[in-house]
């Protein structure tokens, strides 16, 4: 019995690969045969899809989670795009461009398919129906498919220090989502919901691991009075560069003040402590005159970097 099985076995692959290369060789011929598919791989040539992925993700770990629970998936994204706009313009510029051409392609792919076409059947050896079929699925695999629908997916995690409470969120975004997404944070001003989002991611970036590594280095005083925890005073983590003026939670733009000293400085820029290397290291431009962010901006003679500000400081500068 266990004989007749594997006879019966073997004679099912021999079946099988007698098809298989049957299949392959009437598939070659077909290639070179049908004037369909000629038409569409020469066709295919001519059309010049931008190339990009089906998707984008963001990841991003909180080890406080006060931080974890305020911020959104939707926040991140949002501050994934404000700080790649040049980026994510190209994204969606390349995907509308995609979408324009896939009609156009679409089009001229449907009026080569519903050609009618004399064929010699008898020269492949094959029937009229399996040409047909096998025609319309060598066809269908040399259509090309741009991406015209790009995805955004943040991925959200929270641990705490002994790794008792384990947290995850996230959230998936279309083409639509990331779009309406780009053109509110691009604005010169943003709304006030905009900003509170962005806001909220950027002191999120301040973890407790990096408060502590801030704190240490300024040996827990405030970098302006000197006044300590010793003494009574309440440390905080003080943005140099404002968040409200493009300011990144980035050690070289963080630094211990007392409570005191933080209220009293507000959004304030001080040019003692903002260097050409941090402005660098930050890919920000301030404005000399009212100290708004500097935007790229393109108008009738060219791009030229405007003041945020704007209308109220009408600051300009040369690319």
Do not use: W
């Not at 076995?9 to 045969?33: D, P, Q, T, W, Y």
């Not at 404005?287 to 209308?311: A, M, Q, T, V």
């Amino acid at each position: 019995m266990p004989e007749i099985l594997i006879i019966v076995a073997i004679l099912f692959v021999l079946v099988f690969l007698v098809f298989f290369i049957r299949g392959s060789i009437v598939n070659l011929k077909l290639m070179e045969h049908s004037k369909k598919i000629e038409q569409i791989i020469s066709m295919n040539k001519s059309f010049d899809f931008n190339p990009l992925p089906k998707s984008l993700s963001i990841s991003r770990y909180y080890d406080n989670k006060s931080s974890f629970n305020k911020i959104e998936p939707g926040y991140l994204m949002s501050s994934e795009i404000r700080n790649n706009l040049e980026e994510f313009s190209k994204y969606i510029l390349q995907v509308k461009e995609n979408r324009e051409n896939k009609q156009i392609y679409i089009k001229k792919v449907q009026e080569i398919i519903s050609q009618q076409i004399d064929i010699d059947y008898k020269e492949l050896k094959i029937s009229r129906n399996e040409y047909i079929n096998r025609e319309k699925k060598l066809l269908s695999n040399l259509i090309l498919n741009p991406v015209i629908n790009l995805k955004l997916c943040v991925f959200m995690s929270y641990s705490s220090p002994k790794g008792q409470v384990n947290l995850s969120k996230s959230d998936c975004f279309t083409f639509d989502d990331i779009v309406a997404s780009f053109e509110s944070v691009s604005r010169t001003y943003l709304d006030k919901n905009t900003y509170s989002k962005l806001a909220s991611v950027e002191r999120g970036e301040v973890s407790d691991s990096l408060r502590y590594d801030v704190l240490n280095r300024d040996n827990f005083k405030c970098v302006i009075c000197g006044a300590s925890s010793h003494e009574g005073a309440r440390l905080h983590v003080d943005h140099i560069i404002p968040i409200s003026k493009g300011g990144k939670s980035i050690p070289s733009n963080l630094r211990t003040l007392c409570e005191r000293c933080n209220v009293g400085k507000s959004d304030k820029i001080e040019d003692l402590y903002v260097d050409e290397q941090l402005l660098k290291n930050q890919k920000i431009l301030l404005c000399p005159k009212c100290g708004g962010e500097l935007i790229r901006r393109h108008g009738k003679n060219g791009d030229f970097y405007g003041c945020s500000n704007f209308p109220k400081c009408k600051y300009t500068q040369n690319v």
